[in-house]
């Protein structure tokens, strides 16, 4: 099941560029962004984003319990969707090779690349601790929200 409906998900995004709307601090921004997507997604344990600093991941505003600071490229769901630059939708995180473990209760994943002027500005990480928490409407409607972070930037 996805974590959000269709119709939830539109009235997301809207709340999401609404909430950074003339706004331009980015810890602001992914902060509320965080706070949104932790309170308004169904089955989420985690939700934050890391932002790409000096070639690895470095831990930035989320929701949650206590995250992993540093992840290096390629190293867990964060470090591979940051080094494919694509979005990971792992159903069980104990199936995914390399899985970090920063709060033993998640059970699934979903992590977004960001962009800012195309480049890899961070990613989003949603953790559940439901098995296959996530499918692809949530990708689709996590991408869309990606986007609106920087649009007015690009």
Same mark, same amino acid.
């Given at each position: 099941?996805?974590?959000?409906?269709?119709? %939830?998900?539109?009235?997301?995004? #809207?709340?999401?560029?609404?909430?950074?709307?003339? #706004?331009?601090?980015?810890?602001?921004?992914?902060?509320?962004?965080?706070?949104?997507?932790?309170n %308004?997604? /169904?089955?989420?344990?985690?939700?934050?984003?890391?932002?790409? #600093?000096? /070639?690895? =991941?470095? =831990?930035?505003?989320?929701?949650?319990?206590?995250a992993?600071?540093?992840?290096?490229?390629?190293?867990?769901?964060?470090? +591979?969707?940051? @080094? +494919?630059?694509? +979005? @990971?939708?792992?159903?069980?995180?104990? @199936?995914?090779?390399?899985?970090?473990?920063?709060?033993?209760?998640?059970?699934?994943?979903?992590?977004?690349?960001?962009? /800012?002027?195309?480049?890899?500005?961070?990613? =989003?990480?949603?953790?559940?601790?439901?098995?296959?928490?996530?499918?692809? =409407?949530?990708?689709?409607?996590?991408?869309a929200? +990606? #986007?609106?972070?920087?649009?007015?930037?690009?």
């Open positions: 099941m996805a974590a959000k409906t269709e119709e %939830e998900y539109r009235l997301l995004l #809207e709340q999401a560029a609404a909430l950074i709307d003339g #706004e331009d601090d980015w810890i602001a921004n992914m902060a509320n962004i965080s706070a949104l997507l932790f %308004e997604m /169904n089955d989420v344990n985690f939700a934050g984003v890391y932002r790409f #600093e000096n /070639n690895e =991941l470095i =831990l930035g505003p989320f929701q949650g319990k206590p992993c600071v540093h992840i290096a490229l390629g190293k867990g769901v964060c470090g +591979t969707a940051a @080094q +494919t630059q694509e +979005t @990971q939708l792992v159903p069980d995180v104990h @199936q995914f090779a390399g899985h970090i473990a920063c709060d033993s209760d998640s059970n699934s994943e979903i992590v977004v690349p960001i962009f /800012n002027k195309n480049k890899l500005w961070g990613v =989003l990480d949603i953790d559940s601790p439901k098995l296959n928490n996530f499918e692809p =409407l949530d990708q689709k409607y996590l991408e929200l +990606t #986007e609106v972070l920087f649009a007015k930037q690009n």
